[in-house]
């Protein structure tokens, strides 16, 4: 060891979002730690990544700074718009499901339909307030502070040089330094880049005070149109403000032989969307070229360090999950540092299962994303790369049979307790593979009615679920790379089909555990959130499903206002009362 002008707990090396959150949290369930953030700039500055997705806000709402970002006024994002491929549609993709958002004047309370959407931020606002709010906390901030070594021990962090002279000694380590990767470099941590997504992005933020009442006005979309070799986004990061990029493959970029600046205002007038807004529109003349290269770091912990955000890993930003990923995986470690700290579990434990769930979480993005791009009519070959993924998942399917599971939602366990896909909801996400595949979104529920967990060759682990403050083992089902929880929605549904098979009488013991009357159809969340727990489960194969002539099918109508459940036998009851017909289901 060595005398170290600093002393402290935990030393967090980035002050950007996954420093502030993982600080914040830390000070907040262990308020007797000396928390030390290490920040290489003076903020305010400027940062690319404005996007959000509401598992942010959650997060905001715990660290007790959701309402100072609300005060900020930062645009409401509502969802998105694409325009993808081949096709010259544009669709939708809304967080509210069956609404249409209501304005109110702002600040508002964190409520309503505030609970579902989230922000599009100016970076320079948002990255300070909550660094400021760390530092409220108790955490102790220092800007201006560069790490230029590490001093180690095999695979012992020492301690941390700083340019100023000050040296910094900790029990544990945290690398938030982005793409830096201070920790992950010094310390020889080998990244890999599992896929074709070597993109570069290219930048610059808009003014038009005409913007203040059109396009960046009340409850906002992200927009995202492709071209043949890229793709553009325009994102309102304020009343007059806009950020607007473009994303295209570095190789493609080096073919054209352009400047950076000459290839983006060629994107710019090739989008008649951005013809049009752009419009009277000013550049801030700060054009900013950055490498998107996705890839995760071979390990994410160490003897008394760990990465976070994208330190650890990094998913191409079609999706919009940077912030999300960086934020939810800071929430996380905050909760296993306190266990640390506490002496709570058992350290490996905690150090495998933060890696484990972190990496699957930015894997699952990069392998969407990447089947993404391949939908853009840039690359053909959908079909033999959704073997790919499959693998990927543990399974072992042919090009057509692997086009059909990831059509129908593959890999959708994202969360341990509830299906999800990319971020978002299973159902949403089916309708974004839909448009991709160009097929109609279909639902493996609506075809069988005969019910069977299938728990061949699983075992039984537990795994951490962060809340409250503390960590709770939640017992799982693990094949292969698969886990299916006995908690949550996947509970729910595991326990009522190891009690009964009828998909119908199912239902029933779904809705009694929710609390909802037998006959429910209306939308609720926990009875969405079960439905689509059967769906990944049937698709995933912990559910056998089977087609029971004898019994009535039911039919699942996964629609924005409501998830309407029915039967032959009801469905034709109702239609006979109202003087209608009901074509009879086609047999198997």
């Not at 003076?42 to 005060?71: N, Y």
């Not at 309503?112 to 400021?132: C, K, M, P, S």
């Not at 933020?205 to 995202?224: C, Q």
Request: negative net charge; aromatic residues 10%; contains cysteine.
């Amino acid at each position: 060891m060595y005398d170290a002008n600093v002393v402290c707990n935990v030393a967090i090396i980035g002050g950007g979002p996954g420093g502030s959150t993982c600080a914040t949290l830390l000070r907040k369930y262990a308020p007797d730690a000396k928390v030390v953030v290490l920040e290489r700039e003076v903020f305010p500055r400027d940062h690319v990544g404005e996007s959000q997705l509401p598992a942010i806000t959650p997060i905001l709402h715990e660290m007790g700074v959701w309402e100072k970002c609300e005060a900020a006024g930062f645009p409401v994002k509502t969802g998105a718009m694409y325009r993808w491929g081949n096709s010259d549609d544009l669709w939708k993709l809304d967080f509210l499901v069956g609404q249409k958002y209501v304005d109110r004047p702002r600040p508002a309370p964190l409520d309503g339909q505030r609970l579902q959407t989230t922000f599009h931020v100016d970076r320079a606002v948002y990255d300070e307030i909550l660094l400021d709010h760390a530092a409220e906390c108790g955490v102790e901030v220092r800007e201006g502070a560069r790490v230029i070594g590490v001093r180690r021990d095999g695979d012992k962090v020492l301690g941390l040089d700083l340019a100023n002279g000050e040296t910094v000694e900790a029990d544990w380590y945290v690398d938030a330094s982005g793409h830096a990767g201070i920790l992950r470099r010094a310390m020889g941590v080998e990244v890999h880049e599992p896929t074709t997504l070597k993109n570069i992005a290219i930048w610059d933020y808009w003014t038009n005070p005409a913007w203040a009442e059109t396009v960046n006005k009340g409850g906002v979309r992200a927009r995202i149109f492709s071209l043949g070799y890229g793709w553009i986004w325009y994102l309102p990061i304020g009343e007059t403000r806009s950020s607007v990029g473009f994303v295209t493959h570095a190789d493609y970029y080096k073919d054209q032989g352009v400047t950076p600046k000459e290839l983006y205002e060629r994107a710019l007038r090739e989008e008649p969307f951005l013809t049009r807004v752009m419009q009277g529109a000013t550049s801030e003349g700060r054009l900013s070229t950055t490498k998107d290269w996705s890839f995760t770091a071979d390990r994410l912990t160490g003897e008394n360090w760990f990465l976070v955000g994208e330190s650890a890993g990094f998913a191409d930003p079609i999706l919009a999950a940077g912030m999300s990923l960086t934020q939810v995986g800071a929430r996380e470690l905050a909760y296993v540092l306190v266990a640390l700290l506490h002496g709570d579990h058992d350290p490996e434990w905690l150090k495998t299962w933060y890696s484990e769930l972190n990496l699957r979480r930015v894997r699952q993005h990069i392998r969407f994303a990447d089947y993404w791009y391949r939908a853009n009519g840039h690359w053909t070959d959908l079909k033999a790369y959704t073997s790919e993924i499959a693998a990927d998942a543990g399974l072992t399917l042919n090009p057509d049979e692997a086009f059909r599971w990831l059509s129908t939602g593959g890999f959708a366990t994202d969360s341990i307790l509830g299906p999800s896909f990319g971020s978002y909801d299973l159902g949403p996400a089916k309708a974004v593979l839909s448009m991709l595949t160009g097929n109609p979104t279909s639902w493996r529920i609506n075809q069988v009615n005969d019910l069977k967990m299938n728990l061949v060759s699983a075992k039984e682990v537990e795994v951490p679920v962060y809340i409250d403050g503390r960590i709770e083992r939640v017992g799982c089902y693990q094949r292969g790379p698969r886990l299916l929880a006995k908690a949550g929605a996947f509970g729910i549904v595991t326990r009522a089909i190891q009690r009964e098979r009828d998909a119908k009488t199912v239902m029933m013991l779904v809705r009694n555990a929710l609390g909802l009357p037998p006959n429910f159809t209306g939308y609720h969340p926990g009875l969405a959130h079960c439905l689509e727990a059967i769906e990944s489960m049937l698709v995933e194969g912990w559910i056998k499903g089977d087609r029971n002539k004898k019994r009535p099918m039911i039919r699942v109508e996964f629609q924005q206002e409501s998830i309407r459940i029915g039967d032959d036998e009801t469905d034709a009851q109702i239609a006979a009362e109202e003087g209608l017909s009901v074509r009879a289901a086609a047999p198997k």
